[in-house]
């Protein structure tokens, strides 16, 4: 049997895997030198296992170094894994978004008998109870409030507005979309392709854009994963490659990574993943009510292209869309002439 994904690995055994490692990171942490039974028999007593287990996981750690190496291997289907037919996932969502979350707010009782009479007038085997349930969790419990008019769970869920600041550098660093205000046209056309999209990296001490990606897709957990990627890699080579002289001295694994209730950033994949490398994530409790630190940084680059002052190097912005490292970057190349096409217009129309 191949090993698992990180999101693929059973909750209660990725919790046990990720304290371990937490306690094994920091043990390893004032111990350089060679171990001593007293301090494996310390750290068994902590984790609560046998001094031959704490070996193991020692042994483990070291080799892997990520909360994977410590997971305890479980046969069985995944969990998260659905095995219902499409028509029967059809019908639960129906039913749950038409008669489930309404003002009227039904109970989940209710719902259930909804779905199985349903699926019974479909033909089709009702589903258990525990599986309507399941789908019923995995909706976002803000939305779930608004649409059924719960106000107090709305305001439970709500973000507080306040002031939000770091001490040193790579302490928070914050992730987030935001659509350029531009529009990429077609090189031999000239006809518009859409407006790109930009994630950033900002760590919230310095204010300094740790890294981004550019592409004309849609955000997912590739681009966020290729805008962290950049931004924990040294910049040297790649502003080598793209020719330019200023410095973007930052590099480096954050200490914590804020990032809001996307899909992309909720997804088990992407908070295992931070776990893996650094320990720590953390996401909105609700729905924010200012723009964080990079959408702000977002907003200023493109609408002072191309010079592209806060991304902290000379036309970089242009360079991006010239270099996007995706299938779009052919097309993203005719993204600078934007600024003519419209100067052209301006001028036409006076």
């Known amino acids: 049997m191949s090993d698992p994904f990180p999101d693929e690995v059973d909750e209660a055994l990725w919790d046990e895997a990720s304290r371990r490692a937490d306690v094994i990171r920091e043990f390893l942490k004032h111990r350089t030198g060679k171990m001593t039974a007293s301090d494996v028999a310390l750290l068994a007593t902590e984790l609560e296992i046998s001094r031959a287990t704490a070996y193991r996981l020692i042994k483990l750690f070291r080799a892997g170094g990520t909360v994977m190496s410590l997971v305890e291997r479980k046969r069985g289907r995944p969990e998260g894994h659905r095995v219902l037919d499409d028509e029967r996932e059809e019908i639960i969502r129906t039913t749950i978004s038409?008669?489930?979350?309404?003002?009227?707010?039904?109970?989940v009782s209710q719902l259930?008998?909804?779905?199985?009479?349903?699926?019974?007038?479909?033909?089709?085997?009702?589903?258990?109870?525990?599986?309507?349930?399941?789908?019923?969790?995995d909706i976002d419990l803000q939305k779930r409030a608004k649409r059924r008019g719960e106000n107090e769970?709305?305001?439970?869920?709500?973000a507080v507005p306040g002031a939000f600041g770091a001490s040193r550098p790579l302490q928070v660093v914050q992730v987030d979309h935001t659509k350029a205000d531009i529009f990429v046209v077609d090189e031999e056309t000239r006809q518009p392709i859409g407006r790109p999209w930009l994630t950033l990296a900002m760590d919230v001490c310095s204010r300094m854009v740790t890294g981004f990606y550019l592409t004309m897709d849609t955000p997912s957990r590739l681009s966020t994963s290729l805008c962290l990627l950049?931004?924990?890699?040294?910049?040297?080579?790649?502003l080598r490659e793209r020719e330019i002289t200023e410095p973007w001295p930052v590099a480096g694994l954050p200490e914590i990574l804020h990032v809001d209730n996307g899909a992309d950033f909720r997804s088990r994949a992407f908070k295992r993943g931070c776990q893996q490398a650094m320990g720590a994530a953390s996401a909105a409790p609700g729905?924010?009510?200012?723009?964080?630190?990079?959408?702000?940084?977002?907003r200023r680059a493109i609408t002072r292209a191309p010079d592209a002052a806060h991304l902290g190097f000379a036309g970089g912005l242009r360079r991006a869309f010239r270099r996007a490292p995706d299938s779009t970057r052919k097309r993203a190349q005719a993204a600078p002439r934007l600024g003519m096409e419209r100067r052209r217009a301006r001028g036409a129309g006076t």
């Open 287 to 298: 729905e924010r009510t200012e723009p964080s630190h990079q959408e702000y940084a977002g």
């Open 98 to 107: 038409r008669y489930y979350l309404t003002r009227n707010r039904p109970t």
């Open 112 to 137: 259930i008998r909804d779905v199985q009479t349903n699926c019974i007038s479909a033909g089709l085997k009702p589903p258990h109870r525990r599986t309507i349930n399941a789908r019923l969790e």
């Open 230 to 238: 950049h931004s924990v890699f040294n910049k040297s080579a790649w």
């Open 153 to 158: 769970i709305v305001k439970q869920t709500q």
